[in-house]
C-alpha cells in the first residue's frame, strides 16, 4: 500500500508542476496598450520552462489571446486575456476548478505566471498551486507553423 501512496505522491508531484504552468501558462503575453513596439515582444510561441507546454499567443489592442500547441494531454479552457501594461489577467478552467491568472512580463523573452485566485479552494490542484510560479520563456514567431499536440480548446 505504501507503494501505491509513493506513486500517487509522485505523479501528483508532476501533475501539480504541470497544473501550475497550466493554470499560468496561458497568460505570459502582455503588451502595453497604444504602443506600436510592444507587438512583437508580446506576440510568440512560448514554452513552459522545464516542461513540453507550449503556446502560440497573439494580441490585439488590450487583449490576449492564446492558443494550446502542445499540452501534455490536460484539456483546459481559457478566457481571452485582458492587457494592463507590462501584465496580463485571464481565466483557465481545468477539471472543476477556475483560476484567474496572473502574468507579468520579464525582459529578456520570459513570462512568470502564477495563479491570483483559485476556486473551488478545498480542491487538491487549488492546494497545489497556491504560492507557486511558472516562467515561460518566448521560444520563435506567434507566425511559426507547429502542430498540436493533446488537446486544449480556447
Known sequence: MQIQVVKFTRLLTRTTGVM??????????????GSAQAAPQ????WNAEGSLLTLRVTHQN?????????TMGYEWRNSVGEIRGNS????VEYQGVVARVLVQLGN????MVRALSCQP??????ALVQN????????????AQSGVTGSATN
Do not use: K
Open 20 to 33: 501550475a504552468m497550466a493554470l499560468s501558462l496561458p497568460a505570459h503575453i502582455l503588451a502595453q496598450p
Open 42 to 45: 508580446w506576440s510568440g510561441i
Open 62 to 70: 488590450d487583449q490576449l489571446n492564446v492558443e494550446p500547441l502542445v
Open 88 to 91: 496580463a489577467t485571464l481565466d
Open 108 to 111: 529578456d523573452n520570459t513570462a
Open 121 to 126: 479552494d478545498y480542491h487538491v490542484v487549488c
Open 132 to 143: 507557486q510560479q511558472a516562467l515561460f520563456r518566448r521560444t520563435g514567431s506567434a507566425n
